[in-house]
């Protein structure tokens, strides 16, 4: 039985994965920021695997509430076999944290990056999957710039950046930590209400050729569990094939810099 700890779990791809995990008999662990969606999606998980998972909240736009967060993880898991860092989202508007980072860069990369670091000897033998997007090809990270530029936001482009970050932290991560197996993947455009905007919440919920949450899920619990001798330490994958991502999210000397800066902005 495996331990996994799967965040941005209380819906969409988070929670199919979760259940899908919780059927297989791993023990499941939780992570959501609504309460009354992390409390919808432990009665879910229960229902699909027969035992209650454990389950916290942690607003990841607060760098203490992910310490918090790791805290206690570390005090609930002595060894994490899988974490999947599945959080995220788009931001509407140009929005700094009370940490003073922007929040997309934040919120999607920030702090499941400060949130992996501190429980890396939880994970040591085991393995990061990291929820990216092909959007990573509409925005890179500026890593002398995670503060943002009000003048210069799009939400696209942010967004974009973030997921370009996913894709570099997950390469670096395979460079730096040998003893962490690490991927990303795209999860699909997924049927969600996601995003910001009407018109955009529409599209991610009525376009027609949309992939399902449980879809999506299916792929992150096949990159949680597939051997590893079958996969590519920090590959980056659109459904179970290997790509290469777009030119700056496949920049090793960019991931090289982006992990010194964001270090230095979690603290870490």
Not at 95 to 100: A, E, N
Not at 227 to 247: K, Q
């Amino acid at each position: 039985m495996a331990t996994i700890v799967v965040t941005g779990a209380s819906s969409g791809v988070g929670l199919a994965a979760a259940e899908r995990f919780a059927a297989r008999g791993d023990e499941v662990v939780l992570v959501g920021r609504d309460p009354g969606r992390l409390a919808t999606a432990v009665e879910r998980v229960t229902a699909a695997g027969g035992r209650e998972p454990a389950a916290f909240r942690a607003d990841f736009e607060s760098l203490a509430e992910v310490r918090a967060l790791a805290d206690q993880l570390r005090a609930a898991c002595p060894r994490i076999d899988v974490l999947a860092n599945n959080a995220g989202g788009m931001v509407g508007e140009f929005r700094r944290t009370g940490d003073g980072l922007e929040a997309t860069i934040q919120g999607n990369h920030l702090a499941p990056f400060l949130l992996t670091g501190l429980l890396r000897e939880q994970l040591r033998g085991g393995r990061v999957v990291n929820t990216a997007s092909r959007a990573h090809r509409h925005g890179s990270p500026d890593p002398e710039r995670l503060a943002g530029d009000p003048e210069r936001y799009s939400s696209w482009q942010a967004y974009g950046a973030s997921k370009a970050a996913n894709i570099l932290f997950t390469a670096e991560a395979a460079r730096r930590w040998p003893e962490v197996f690490s991927v990303s993947f795209h999860p699909g455009v997924v049927r969600t209400n996601f995003g910001t905007g009407r018109v955009t919440r529409l599209f991610y919920r009525y376009a027609p050729f949309l992939v399902t949450p449980e879809k999506a899920g299916e792929l992150l619990v096949w990159l949680a569990t597939t051997p590893e001798a079958e996969l590519v330490d920090g590959g980056y994958y659109v459904g179970r094939t290997v790509t290469r991502p777009a030119a700056h999210a496949g920049d090793s000397a960019l991931a090289a810099r982006l992990w010194e800066a964001s270090a230095k902005a979690v603290g870490n």
